[in-house]
């Protein structure tokens, strides 16, 4: 069932509240684009097969009468369609957000929905890359494109990906009025979340090389990244620039843009960084997450820990 044949099982009054809790979670919330997008999906689904399920458009009344069963309802269908515990667990949590606003807004007790659990799922650990992986990463690009500009400009990326932790997204969305890079980069991640992200001389020499070579003028609001033609630069791109090197150099499909900001992480917590600093740079909210990205690391130390510590034998 197609998008639009879905949204036409929801009542207009269910339609209407969820548009409202869409909108507030932008503009209030500074929920992305694409985070709006998955919540609209997964909700929209969960109302449509409770119409299916019960019979009959559910309007807000009825939505205040989920059971526990429904619940389990939805979950055994959703599961049985092929979505695995983990895509299951982030449709659950759009469903519950949504029902916790709605059940604020019209009075009634959401115990059914919010008490519903995810589905259990290992987490995969991320995997960085060893530090000579990531520096023959940055030597094969370096002489990878036919263009020197556009060599340079893929070697700026990464640095800023390795050398200062940022996102592909948050690299992408620097403008000209960024360069050149100052000792501290202001970057607004998820959310709008402000952070201060040091700026290392290496990256700081990559950016200065790329914007010397590149023939777009530069201009303070246009973006510091160009496509070939002068556009803005995708993230599809530098992916692709990584699949090839990574083919060169005999690398897994798991060196992405992505690792080299694990990366960043974790050679960061070996070289004797704080966890919690580390956090702050990667502008994380929660230390979990972080302790996500250097596990690998971590029980490495921990190893070296128990075999040195004078009380290790005791």
Same mark, same amino acid.
């Given at each position: 069932?197609?998008?639009?044949? +879905?949204?036409?099982?929801?009542?207009? &009054?269910?339609?209407?509240?969820?548009?409202?809790?869409?909108?507030?979670?932008?503009?209030?919330?500074?929920?992305?684009?694409?985070?709006?997008?998955?919540? @609209?999906?997964?909700?929209?689904?969960?109302?449509? *097969?409770?119409?299916?399920?019960?019979?009959?458009?559910?309007?807000?009344?009825?939505?205040?009468? =989920?059971?526990?069963?429904?619940? @389990?309802? /939805?979950?055994?269908?959703?599961? $049985? !369609?092929?979505?695995?515990?983990?895509?299951?667990?982030?449709?659950? !949590?759009?469903?519950?957000? *949504?029902?916790? /606003?709605?059940?604020?807004? #019209?009075?009634?007790?959401?115990? &059914?929905?919010?008490?519903?659990?995810?589905?259990? *799922?290992?987490?995969?650990?991320?995997?960085?890359?060893?530090?000579?992986?990531?520096?023959?990463?940055?030597?094969?690009?370096?002489?990878?494109? +036919?263009?020197? /500009?556009?060599?340079?400009?893929?070697?700026?990326?990464?640095?800023?990906? /390795?050398?200062?932790?940022? @996102?592909?997204?948050?690299?992408? &969305?620097?403008?000209?009025?960024?360069?050149?890079?100052?000792?501290?980069? @202001?970057? *607004? $991640?998820?959310?709008?979340?402000?952070?201060?992200?040091?700026?290392?001389?290496?990256?700081?020499?990559? =950016?200065?090389?790329?914007?010397?070579?590149?023939?777009?003028?530069?201009?303070?609001?246009?973006?510091?990244?160009?496509? =070939?033609? $002068?556009?803005?630069?995708?993230?599809?791109?530098?992916?692709?620039?990584?699949?090839?090197?990574?083919?060169?150099?005999?690398?897994?499909?798991?060196?992405?843009?992505? &690792?080299?900001?694990?990366?960043?992480?974790?050679?960061?917590?070996?070289?004797?960084?704080?966890?919690?600093?580390?956090?702050?740079?990667?502008?994380?909210? !929660?230390?979990?997450?972080?302790?996500?990205?250097?596990?690998?690391?971590?029980?490495?130390?921990? #190893?070296?820990?128990?075999?040195?510590?004078?009380?290790?034998?005791?």
């Amino acid at each position: 069932m197609n998008a639009g044949a +879905r949204n036409t099982l929801i009542s207009p &009054a269910a339609r209407d509240a969820l548009q409202v809790w869409l909108a507030q979670q932008g503009a209030l919330n500074g929920a992305a684009e694409n985070t709006i997008t998955a919540y @609209r999906g997964d909700v929209v689904d969960f109302l449509a *097969f409770m119409t299916l399920h019960k019979g009959d458009s559910q309007g807000l009344g009825a939505l205040a009468r =989920i059971s526990i069963s429904d619940m @389990r309802a /939805w979950m055994a269908q959703t599961r $049985g !369609s092929g979505v695995g515990p983990r895509s299951m667990a982030r449709k659950l !949590s759009a469903v519950k957000a *949504f029902y916790r /606003w709605l059940a604020e807004r #019209e009075g009634f007790e959401p115990t &059914a929905v919010l008490s519903t659990r995810a589905p259990k *799922f290992t987490r995969k650990l991320p995997r960085p890359l060893a530090v000579e992986a990531a520096h023959d990463m940055l030597d094969n690009v370096r002489t990878q494109a +036919r263009r020197p /500009w556009v060599a340079a400009r893929d070697v700026a990326v990464l640095t800023l990906l /390795w050398g200062c932790g940022l @996102r592909i997204s948050e690299a992408l &969305a620097l403008k000209g009025t960024d360069a050149p890079l100052a000792q501290t980069l @202001r970057i *607004f $991640g998820k959310g709008g979340k402000e952070r201060q992200v040091p700026v290392l001389p290496a990256a700081a020499a990559a =950016i200065d090389h790329y914007l010397r070579l590149c023939p777009h003028p530069q201009r303070p609001e246009a973006p510091l990244f160009r496509a =070939i033609r $002068g556009g803005a630069l995708g993230p599809r791109a530098i992916s692709q620039v990584m699949a090839d090197a990574r083919m060169q150099l005999g690398l897994p499909a798991s060196a992405t843009p992505h &690792a080299m900001r694990h990366s960043f992480a974790t050679h960061l917590l070996d070289a004797g960084g704080d966890l919690r600093a580390i956090q702050e740079l990667l502008g994380h909210a !929660s230390l979990s997450t972080t302790q996500a990205y250097t596990a690998v690391d971590t029980a490495r130390l921990m #190893e070296v820990y128990n075999r040195a510590h004078p009380k290790a034998d005791g």
